[in-house]
């Protein structure tokens, strides 16, 4: 059994449901979650949640992400990308003829910043309870409001119109195939994704991606190189102060209760834990147990509890 984060690198054609359960039955455990929706057609990273760490998806799923896509100017399809239906096309020539290198920079550098963006037909946001994508299978199309999204850098790396390549960096709950279809849209010929690829995700990166495959070979020939690749849930939590419990106070650690100062102690040289500020809590074995922060006075409240599989609350 494992307790932690572990970054897969998604192939094309795998949901990120799939992932999971393909994961169960390598690592035969059922506690495993994912951290977000990534296209079947999309590759890259996806972070991966075992055992205690599945407290973390949500978090994981907030931080911001990093994407190579490939643009196909004058072809709109109803999916937003080339899985889907072909609704208009250009031929080459005529998205040569109309749109220009510097005018497809131009128009992606519009779109940095703040931008409130229409989410496509196909995903899998709900709308009165039913997810979009399904209604599409449908036939149905509805109206769907505006996301706030932030698109934090957007970079054409090299155009062979009608196709470019960009890398983007972007807030959680951005479509990419929704930026492709506006960057067109907005020269007028309009747009759609040819291919994604997601290289990072908060600090999950893509040179630390295994393939399901390369996972299986390990949990079968080198488990403990895999345990290796897997992230411990108290380093996502990195930044936070940790503090030491006293073996007299776990009893109050293991039932989620306030502790106060004098029952825990802090690491020579770390600085003072200030008001408001979260802490990492660890038994004297260097075991991590919780989430706290400090309240006002000397009290530390609990935020989010991590106990161990083998470490029953206390009765």
């Known amino acids: 059994m494992y307790d932690g984060m572990i970054t897969i690198y998604k192939e094309a054609g795998y949901t990120s449901s799939d992932v999971v359960a393909r994961l169960r039955g390598i690592l035969h455990m059922r506690k495993i979650g994912h951290t ?8 890259g990273v996806l972070p991966v949640c075992l055992g205690s760490a599945t407290r973390l998806c949500d978090l994981i799923a907030d931080r911001d992400k990093e994407y190579e896509a490939v643009l196909r100017l004058g ?22 003829e109309r749109v220009t290198d510097e005018a497809l920079r131009e128009a992606a550098g519009r779109f940095v910043g703040p931008y409130d963006q229409i989410p496509p037909m196909y995903a899998a946001i709900k709308i009165g ?22 698109i ?3 970079e054409v790396v090299s155009t062979a119109l009608p196709l470019a390549s960009l890398r983007v960096r972007c807030s959680k709950g951005t479509y990419i195939r929704s930026l492709c279809r506006d960057i067109g849209d907005s020269l007028g010929v309009g747009g759609c994704m040819e291919h994604l690829l997601r290289t990072r995700v908060g600090t999950f990166t893509l040179d630390e991606a295994l393939r399901l495959d390369e996972v299986e070979q390990m949990a079968h020939d080198a488990p403990e190189r895999l345990r290796a690749m897997i992230r411990p849930v108290d380093s996502f939590f990195g930044d936070a102060p940790a503090l030491i419990v006293h073996p007299e106070a776990m009893k109050y650690l293991l039932n989620g209760n306030a502790l106060f100062e004098e029952q825990v102690q802090a690491p020579d040289g770390q600085e003072e834990i200030r008001r408001g500020e979260r802490v990492r809590l660890y038994d004297t074995e260097g075991t991590f147990y919780a989430l706290y922060r400090r309240s006002g006075g000397d009290r530390l409240i609990p ?3 991590f106990l161990p599989r083998d470490r029953k609350q206390h009765e």
């Open 75 to 96: 072809t709109t399809t109803d999916t937003e990308d080339m899985t889907g239906q072909v609704l208009t096309r250009l031929t080459d020539s005529e998205v040569r």
């Open 152 to 154: 934090h850098a957007l």
């Open 303 to 305: 935020e989010q509890m």
């Open 129 to 150: 309870g039913k997810k979009l994508y399904e209604l599409a299978r449908q036939g149905r199309t509805v109206e769907r409001q505006p996301r706030h999204v932030q």
């Open 36 to 43: 977000g929706t990534l296209d079947p057609a999309a590759e």
